[in-house]
T-cell receptor
Framework: GAVVSQHPSRVICKSGTSVKIECRSL??????MFWYRQFPKQSLMLMAT?????????EQGVEKDKFLINHASLTLSTLTVTSAHPEDSSFYIC????????????FGPGTRLTVL | AQKITQTQPGMFVQEKEAVTLDCTYDTSDPSYGLFWYKQPSSGEMIFLIY??????QNATEGRYSLNFQKARKSANLVISASQLGDSAMYFCAMREGPAGGTSYGKLTFGQGTILTVHP
């Protein structure tokens, strides 16, 4: 299957700082990437759809000024959590869509963010 | 209404036995795709199997098979010969609309089922 990497895997930051998370497709080009948030023992919640070369599409209730998404190339999308607060602590996971007859999404390993 | 429903919060199975994880879905779109993912405690989401709405046969991938009953709108995952490494959370997901269509591949996930395999 396709390989997606995510960095960092774990980050701890102070309240008020910004954190950038990178999502890379390693062996394929991804026009579309997705960012999800997951709370413990819960399902994935789609935050936004990231399209290369255009603005991200955010889901209802997700603050686009808080969660900045940039998809600058066909292999890289970044999520920046700006002015992070403890309530932003969560597991963030990205996926990249392999263009095919199934459009299967392959996921990165996730980033555990802890805001102190 | 929930678009994807997984009614089993937890399931237990003996090693080497088969287990079925339930998933029902709701959509009015004639074209859709159904996916199953496995999430071990490490957190990564591992793609297991895909079923398209127009596929005539049930999908199979190694020990995984999908029992697709279109009229009942169910897409149950069957794991044969369970292994200890199968212990994980399993998610059913749906993409509404055809691949490459205007849905941009958005997936809707169920709440997940925690599978525990006993030795």
């Amino acid at each position: 299957g396709a390989v997606v990497s995510q960095h960092p895997s774990r980050v701890i930051c102070k309240s008020g700082t910004s954190v950038k998370i990178e999502c890379r497709s390693l062996d394929f080009q991804a026009t579309t990437m997705f960012w999800y948030r997951q709370f413990p023992k819960q399902s994935l919640m789609l935050m936004a759809t990231s399209n290369e070369g255009s603005k991200a599409t955010y889901e209802q209730g997700v603050e686009k000024d808080k969660f900045l998404i940039n998809h600058a190339s066909l292999t890289l999308s970044t999520l920046t959590v700006t002015s992070a607060h403890p309530e932003d602590s969560s597991f963030y996971i990205c996926s990249a869509e392999v263009p095919s007859k199934t459009d299967t999404q392959y996921f990165g390993p996730g980033t555990r963010l802890t805001v102190l | 209404a929930q678009k994807i429903t997984q009614t089993q919060p937890g399931m237990f199975v003996q090693e080497k036995e088969a287990v079925t994880l339930d998933c029902t879905y709701d959509t009015s779109d004639p074209s859709y795709g159904l996916f199953w993912y496995k999430q071990p405690s490490s957190g990564e989401m591992i793609f297991l199997i895909y079923q398209g709405s127009y596929d005539q046969q049930n999908a199979t991938e190694g020990r995984y098979s999908l029992n697709f009953q279109k009229a009942r709108k169910s897409a149950n995952l069957v794991i044969s010969a369970s292994q200890l490494g199968d212990s994980a959370m399993y998610f059913c997901a749906m993409r509404e609309g055809p691949a490459g269509g205007t849905s941009y591949g958005k997936l809707t996930f169920g709440q997940g089922t925690i599978l525990t395999v006993h030795p």
